[in-house]
């Protein structure tokens, strides 16, 4: 198949996946939306779809609206980079499941460096999430050490440290160092100079982390597609016994690929506090880790991909939270859209027929094409 | 103090029960080649599901049949998506638990909603002692000094999932179905060479396993809690993955290591009994789990070792 009919079909199989998403979204609405009969219940679900898919960045009135796109774009932080660690240990087959205690204990680390270290401006910054991406990275050696040496499941292990993270947080958080001036469990405040600036200063907590996000997006693809390390990962994904037998150290591949996952969501975690807040109150797992593995299958596990897959779901992430505010839709919907679109982006045989269509036709085409020529050539 | 009194025994078997249901259901799978980790998952929408039946229907006996019903039903969907469409199992499992964690919530919302016209978080406040799964006291068991104050008195569910340890036994390595089971996960071309139907036997293997988290389930929001809460199966769907290998992928030896995790969190909650932090105790049967899952490889890798010496 040519390179643009592979591009049509990618396409064309992506809108049907969200398309089939939103239908099931629609028929989820229609069964809860308001209404005593079936054509207000039809009249109040379409309102609340589109409450969902067009009010995050248009307002009331019709006019395009600011504070929403950049709500939006804010949103995109934390499972930009949730995302781009879940699509470097999914290309190598490393169902590592850990990003989501990972980005909790990035964020965790890098509030503790905000509040207790002294140091100037920007070095304090730099230090703070580059301390909590580490954590996590070193953290992940536990579940790669023990896939890469011993075999076990990395995906049981990662699951497991979730929980433990978030245990020993909320323990350290109770016992040491809660701000018990305060009503709710918050550590004290983090240091002034600690806060990353702002890009857009309406409260949508858009900070200069984005770019960074941007950022990490072309160093992860550079990485991946123009490395050798990046190719070992990526040829461990796709045959693993072909990279064992041309010499490369799989152990070792299996391991940088789940540390450099760890440490992605780690530094995640950590913008995400010093751009979004001035003191650390998560008590449970944020789910930036498992919306993380939604991007990265939307974006077939390509980095440049991520932040188009990060836009598409914090933009419905939003809209879920309007819908419930403004319709009386459940928020939580969001996440069986989610699930939804992503089984079915994963789906290989998914729309194979039309593939296989396609594939039919560019080849008639091309043997036309050479018996055209040759008919030419004939003259 | 001492804490292995018999009520602690008790609560052993009582805490292992919706574990060992649950890696019954990954014992089966693994050895069909049907890694399932939507269990978990499974297990969140049959708890649901269950403690809202036997509400509507009034009969506990129902509940678990709709639970039942739901599990197999979602497993017989990731079937479909897993072996039809050729989604990678792993991630049809991850969609699954992601429906299972937010997907519930909504779900318990928009129900309550639409039948009560009020939106509940939980299902707690319908639930009343008449929906529960009885407990059974065991006539003369019962009055054995010790042992039987251990076994006797728990939930149905429970002397069930005891009995299904044995029938998996017969179901895999006693009935033609069973051999199909195990050669479809061994080698899958070589049984289709033989006029074994995989795919059939691939969907039989996933629907037993989603049955099986289904009554895990149940037990859950239907005796072990007062009805049926959010994330309220707390990761005990991915424990049964870590006893299922720690078993060895063999019924018995998963039932034992079932078993250690109920002897994990019981003795965690003896020891939060005494004013210890409680997130400091919770984290004990996910660290048991890494532990013991190295432990097994360990020991897997120097039987290896072993074999490899004796034949040279």
Same mark, same amino acid.
């Given at each position: 198949?040519?390179?643009? @009919?592979?591009?049509?079909?990618?396409?064309?199989?992506?809108?049907?996946?969200?398309?089939?998403?939103?239908? %099931?979204?629609?028929?989820?609405? &229609?069964?809860?939306?308001?209404?005593?009969?079936?054509?207000?219940?039809?009249?109040?679900?379409?309102?609340?779809?589109?409450?969902?898919?067009?009010?995050?960045?248009?307002?009331?009135?019709?006019?395009?609206?600011?504070?929403?796109?950049?709500?939006?774009?804010?949103?995109?932080?934390?499972?930009?980079?949730?995302?781009?660690?879940?699509?470097?240990? /999914?290309?190598?087959?490393? /169902? @590592? &499941?850990?990003?989501?205690?990972?980005?909790?204990?990035?964020?965790? +680390?890098?509030?503790?460096?905000?509040?207790?270290?002294?140091?100037?401006?920007?070095?304090?910054?730099?230090?703070?999430?580059?301390?909590?991406?580490?954590?996590?990275?070193?953290?992940?050696?536990?579940?790669?050490?023990?896939?890469?040496?011993?075999?076990?499941?990395?995906?049981?292990?990662?699951?497991?440290?979730?929980?433990?993270?978030?245990?020993?947080?909320?323990?350290?958080?109770?016992?040491?160092?809660?701000?018990?001036?305060?009503?709710?469990?918050?550590?004290?405040?983090?240091?002034?100079?600690?806060?990353?600036?702002?890009?857009?200063?309406?409260?949508?907590?858009?900070?200069?982390?984005? +770019?960074?996000?941007?950022?990490?997006?072309?160093?992860?693809?550079?990485?991946?597609?123009? $490395?050798?390390?990046?190719?070992?990962?990526?040829?461990?994904?796709?045959?693993?016994?072909?990279?064992?037998?041309?010499?490369?150290?799989?152990?070792?591949?299996?391991?940088?690929? *789940?540390?450099?996952?760890?440490?992605?969501?780690?530094?995640?975690?950590?913008?995400?506090?010093?751009?979004?807040?001035?003191?650390?109150?998560? =008590?449970?797992?944020?789910?930036?880790?498992?919306?993380?593995?939604?991007?990265?299958?939307?974006?077939?596990?390509?980095?440049?991909?991520?932040?188009?897959?990060?836009?598409?779901?914090?933009?419905?992430?939003?809209?879920?939270?309007?819908?419930?505010?403004?319709?009386?839709?459940?928020?939580?919907?969001?996440?069986?859209?989610?699930?939804?679109?992503?089984?079915?982006?994963?789906?290989?045989?998914?729309?194979?027929?039309?593939?296989?269509?396609?594939? %039919?036709?560019?080849?008639?085409?091309?043997?036309?094409?050479?018996?055209?020529?040759?008919?030419?050539?004939?003259? | 103090?001492?804490?292995?009194?018999?009520?602690?025994?008790?609560?052993?078997?009582?805490?292992?029960?919706?574990?060992?249901?649950?890696?019954?259901?990954? +014992?089966?799978?693994?050895?069909?080649?049907?890694?399932?980790?939507?269990?978990?998952?499974?297990?969140?929408?049959?708890?649901?599901?269950?403690?809202?039946?036997?509400?509507?229907?009034?009969?506990?006996?129902?509940?678990?049949?709709?639970?039942?019903?739901?599990? &197999?039903?979602?497993?017989?969907?990731?079937?479909?998506?897993?072996?039809?469409?050729?989604?990678?199992?792993?991630?049809?499992?991850?969609?699954?638990?992601?429906?299972? =964690?937010?997907?519930?919530?909504?779900?318990? #919302?928009?129900?309550?909603?639409?039948?009560?016209?009020?939106?509940?978080?939980? $299902?707690?406040?319908?639930?009343?002692?008449?929906?529960?799964?009885?407990?059974?006291?065991?006539?003369?068991?019962?009055?054995?000094?010790?042992?039987?104050?251990?076994?006797?008195?728990?939930?149905?569910?429970?002397?069930?999932?005891?009995?299904?340890?044995?029938? $998996?036994?017969?179901?895999?390595?006693?009935?033609?179905?069973?051999?199909?089971?195990?050669?479809?996960?061994?080698?899958?071309?070589?049984?289709?060479?033989?006029?074994?139907?995989?795919?059939?036997?691939?969907?039989?293997?996933?629907?037993?396993?989603?049955?099986?988290?289904?009554?895990?389930?149940?037990?859950?929001?239907?005796?072990?809690?007062?009805?049926?809460?959010?994330?309220?199966?707390?990761?005990?769907?991915?424990?049964?993955?870590?006893? *299922?290998?720690?078993?060895?992928?063999?019924?018995?030896?998963?039932?034992?290591?079932?078993?250690?995790?109920?002897?994990?969190?019981?003795?965690?909650?003896?020891?939060?009994?005494?004013?210890?932090?409680?997130?400091?105790?919770?984290?004990?049967?996910?660290?048991?789990?890494?532990?013991?899952? +190295? &432990?097994?490889?360990?020991? *897997?890798?120097?039987?290896?070792? #072993?074999?490899?010496?004796?034949?040279?």
């Amino acid at each position: 198949m040519s390179r643009k @009919n592979s591009i049509k079909f990618s396409l064309i199989r992506g809108l049907a996946a969200m398309g089939i998403a939103l239908a %099931v979204a629609f028929l989820l609405i &229609l069964f809860s939306a308001n209404g005593s009969n079936l054509p207000e219940k039809f009249s109040s679900s379409l309102a609340a779809l589109r409450e969902m898919l067009i009010s995050p960045v248009i307002r009331k009135n019709g006019t395009f609206s600011v504070k929403g796109l950049s709500d939006v774009l804010a949103g995109m932080i934390p499972i930009m980079f949730t995302g781009l660690a879940t699509c470097i240990m /999914f290309a190598a087959n490393q /169902f @590592n &499941l850990g990003a989501e205690g990972g980005i909790m204990l990035g964020a965790f +680390v890098t509030a503790l460096v905000a509040i207790y270290l002294p140091l100037p401006t920007p070095a304090l910054m730099v230090v703070a999430v580059l301390v909590g991406g580490l954590s996590v990275g070193i953290l992940m050696l536990i579940p790669a050490v023990l896939k890469a040496k011993l075999g076990v499941s990395e995906m049981v292990n990662s699951l497991m440290l979730n929980y433990v993270i978030m245990y020993f947080i909320n323990y350290l958080m109770n016992s040491y160092l809660a701000d018990t001036s305060k009503g709710i469990t918050q550590t004290f405040p983090f240091r002034a100079n600690a806060l990353i600036p702002q890009m857009i200063n309406n409260g949508s907590r858009l900070s200069w982390g984005f +770019v960074v996000g941007l950022i990490m997006v072309v160093l992860s693809w550079l990485f991946m597609y123009r $490395t050798r390390w990046g190719y070992g990962i990526r040829m461990t994904g796709i045959n693993q016994p072909f990279v064992m037998y041309s010499g490369m150290n799989v152990a070792l591949i299996v391991i940088l690929c *789940q540390v450099l996952g760890g440490f992605l969501a780690g530094i995640g975690g950590g913008i995400e506090m010093l751009g979004r807040y001035n003191v650390y109150n998560w =008590s449970a797992l944020p789910g930036y880790g498992w919306t993380g593995i939604t991007v990265a299958i939307l974006a077939g596990n390509n980095p440049l991909f991520v932040p188009l897959a990060a836009f598409f779901m914090s933009y419905l992430t939003k809209g879920c939270t309007l819908m419930s505010t403004n319709a009386n839709v459940p928020s939580q919907l969001i996440s069986i859209i989610q699930a939804v679109i992503f089984i079915f982006f994963a789906a290989q045989q998914f729309m194979s027929g039309y593939r296989q269509k396609l594939v %039919v036709k560019s080849a008639q085409e091309e043997q036309a094409k050479a018996r055209q020529e040759g008919e030419r050539s004939d003259q | 103090m001492n804490i292995f009194t018999t009520d602690f025994f008790f609560s052993i078997i009582r805490i292992a029960t919706p574990i060992l249901l649950a890696t019954l259901a990954a +014992v089966i799978g693994e050895k069909g080649g049907v890694s399932n980790i939507g269990l978990e998952g499974i297990m969140m929408m049959s708890a649901l599901f269950g403690s809202l039946g036997a509400y509507w229907t009034g009969s506990w006996l129902l509940g678990l049949v709709i639970a039942m019903v739901v599990g &197999l039903i979602e497993a017989l969907l990731m079937g479909f998506f897993a072996f039809k469409l050729q989604t990678d199992i792993i991630l049809v499992g991850t969609a699954v638990n992601m429906i299972g =964690s937010g997907g519930t919530i909504f779900l318990v #919302k928009t129900i309550s909603n639409t039948v009560m016209g009020q939106s509940l978080t939980s $299902t707690t406040s319908l639930i009343t002692k008449a929906h529960q799964i009885p407990s059974i006291s065991i006539p003369y068991v019962r009055d054995i000094p010790v042992v039987g104050k251990v076994i006797s008195g728990h939930s149905l569910l429970t002397y069930i999932a005891f009995l299904l340890v044995i029938f $998996t036994i017969i179901l895999l390595y006693k009935t033609p179905l069973g051999l199909n089971i195990r050669s479809v996960g061994e080698n899958p071309n070589a049984a289709a060479s033989v006029g074994v139907s995989v795919s059939r036997i691939r969907y039989i293997t996933i629907g037993i396993g989603g049955v099986l988290a289904g009554l895990g389930g149940a037990y859950m929001s239907m005796y072990y809690a007062m009805g049926w809460s959010l994330d309220m199966v707390a990761g005990r769907g991915f424990i049964a993955l870590a006893a *299922q290998s720690m078993g060895g992928g063999e019924p018995v030896g998963s039932m034992l290591a079932a078993l250690v995790f109920g002897f994990a969190q019981a003795l965690g909650i003896k020891v939060s009994a005494t004013g210890v932090d409680s997130n400091l105790v919770a984290p004990i049967p996910y660290i048991v789990t890494i532990i013991s899952l +190295v &432990l097994f490889a360990l020991n *897997q890798r120097r039987k290896e070792r #072993k074999r490899f010496a004796a034949a040279a």
